[in-house]
């Protein structure tokens, strides 16, 4: 009722005024404390908090305040800003580079694929290996990504990126989706016919002997594509 209701905004107007309040103590008096006040629920103002963590450059505190407050998208901007900077920042070394970015976006549930999908960009075109592990590490938001999404965004990137994500989902999650079985055997043959012709290149040398015997291990062995399909994207000169 409305009682409850009045009560209940009581409380947690006093509930942030205290949790403000040690935390500007802690920032008085002992500011290496105040970080373990953000990795628990607390009712700290966001305002507040953001603004003092900034002028004393306690970046790391802040982004784990963020994480905590669910403000991902500030999170992952200050971490872009912090990663792509050419040198690293004296106030904030350890966000340098893409490694932090990538632990925080395989924190994030698969329900925020928009937000992963948009800022996994660049840390997979900075350090493809490392920012594969945001869609190929063994943990249970990895493998709850939408599948198909993740696919369109890799193929976006590079041919080989979308290549290894398929290899991964069929080969070690078992995927039997026909779709993606299917897609897999296109992209190998695209990789295949762009080599050929000199418009793409194999990433690690000449792996054009390796992808032609996937290619063909995969038709022998799959049985969730259409032969049809594939019969239709050869060339039918030079068999």
């Not at 107007?13 to 953000?38: C, I, N, Q």
């Not at 963020?66 to 690293?88: D, M, N, S, V």
């Not at 075109?125 to 369109?152: K, S």
């Not at 799959?222 to 239709?232: F, T, V």
């Amino acid at each position: 009722d409305e009682n409850e209701v009045d009560f209940a905004e009581k409380l947690g107007e006093k509930a942030r005024l205290v949790d403000t309040t040690l935390f500007r103590a802690h920032m008085y008096a002992t500011p290496s404390l105040a970080g373990s006040l953000f990795r628990i629920a607390n009712f700290c103002d966001p305002d507040v908090v953001m603004e003092r963590l900034e002028e004393t450059g306690r970046y790391n505190d802040l982004i784990d305040f963020l994480y905590g407050k669910k403000l991902h998208r500030r999170a992952l901007e200050l971490l872009q800003r912090f990663g792509q900077a050419e040198t690293a920042p004296e106030t904030a070394p350890q966000l340098h580079g893409p490694t932090r970015t990538v632990g925080y976006l395989q924190n994030l549930s698969p329900d925020k694929i928009d937000l992963i999908l948009e800022f996994a960009e660049w840390p997979v075109r900075t350090d493809p290996d490392l920012g594969m592990e945001i869609f190929l590490a063994d943990t249970e938001n990895a493998e709850m990504l939408p599948r198909h999404r993740v696919l369109d965004f890799l193929r976006g990137i590079d041919l080989a990126l979308a290549v290894r994500y398929l290899e991964h989902v069929i080969e070690e999650l078992n995927d039997m989706t026909p779709d993606l079985h299917q897609s897999l055997l296109y992209l190998y043959l695209e990789g295949l016919q762009k080599h050929k012709s000199g418009k793409w290149e194999f990433p690690n040398g000449d792996d054009s002997a390796e992808w032609r015997d996937k290619l063909l291990e995969m038709l022998r062995s799959s049985s969730q594509y259409s032969p049809a399909k594939m019969l239709d994207r050869l060339d039918r000169d030079g068999m």
